[in-house]
């Protein structure tokens, strides 16, 4: 049974949508879930098979922040003391965020009202352990985030060591033609890349060398390999 607490819109979302299923606060937009529904379960999902836990991550961007939900993954569970960097573009989802997911209050991490490919393009100082790449308007994502100079500059803000996840959805037809086209943009962009199929969706994984010589080379990897569809 759901309960729908707020109902908003925005130049961005033509709905957003906070409700209460089964006792739990949840955020959507039109089409998806936004936060701490299934898009929750892919992350944790995917955080598990990647050993994320065991990475100790230090500091983490998540581009696409929505109500929060893989902000608090990590804050809670998967990269305790980690500081944290929330990029969201969209200001209705971030008073949201704030209002009823308190996401403001969450120890060492900063909100920031930016859309994503203009972030990256001016943030040029690498030293992210963690870039998640999750820039959903609605169930598309944008154009601009599809972009090999987008990819590639999303790969320059990682530390040596560092690993990259970029989250697309792999439900339908047309969603796995899209994401399997991506996957070939993704892996010729930053050479060898792993593709995990988890729940709905599919997530792509880059990491980058722990060599200190990989610094000389933001889309060096690991060496991780892996299939999409």
């Known amino acids: 049974e759901q309960q729908i607490l707020e109902r908003r819109s ?3 979302n033509p709905l957003l949508e906070v409700a209460v299923v089964n006792g739990r606060k949840i955020l959507n937009g039109a089409n998806v879930n936004y936060s701490y529904g299934s898009l ?28 929060g939900s893989v902000v608090r993954l990590l804050a809670d569970d998967y990269a305790p003391g980690a500081s944290i960097t929330a990029v969201e573009i969209d200001p209705v989802v971030l008073d949201l965020a704030r209002t ?11 909100l920031v009202e930016a859309d994503a490919a203009e972030y990256v393009a001016e ?38 060591g560092g690993m990259m996840v970029y989250n697309r959805l792999y439900h339908t037809h047309e969603r796995r033609a ?18 995990l199929e988890v729940r709905t969706n599919l997530v792509l994984i880059h990491e980058r060398l722990a060599e200190r010589n990989a610094e000389s080379d933001p889309s060096a990897t690991s060496g991780a390999s892996g299939a999409a569809g």
């Open 100 to 110: 009823h997911f308190e996401l403001d209050q969450v120890p060492g991490t900063m």
């Open 10 to 12: 925005s130049a961005i």
């Open 123 to 160: 943030k040029r100082e690498p030293g992210f352990d963690l870039v998640i790449v999750d820039v959903f308007v609605d169930d598309e994502i944008p154009p601009a985030c599809q972009t090999p100079v987008f990819v590639r500059r999303c790969a320059r803000l990682l530390a040596p």
């Open 40 to 67: 929750q379960r892919v992350f944790e999902q995917a955080f598990v098979e990647l050993d994320l836990r065991a990475r100790g991550i230090r500091s983490a961007l998540l581009l696409g922040g929505g109500g």
């Open 178 to 195: 899209e994401s399997d086209a991506f996957t070939q943009v993704f892996r010729s962009t930053l050479g060898v890349a792993r593709a």
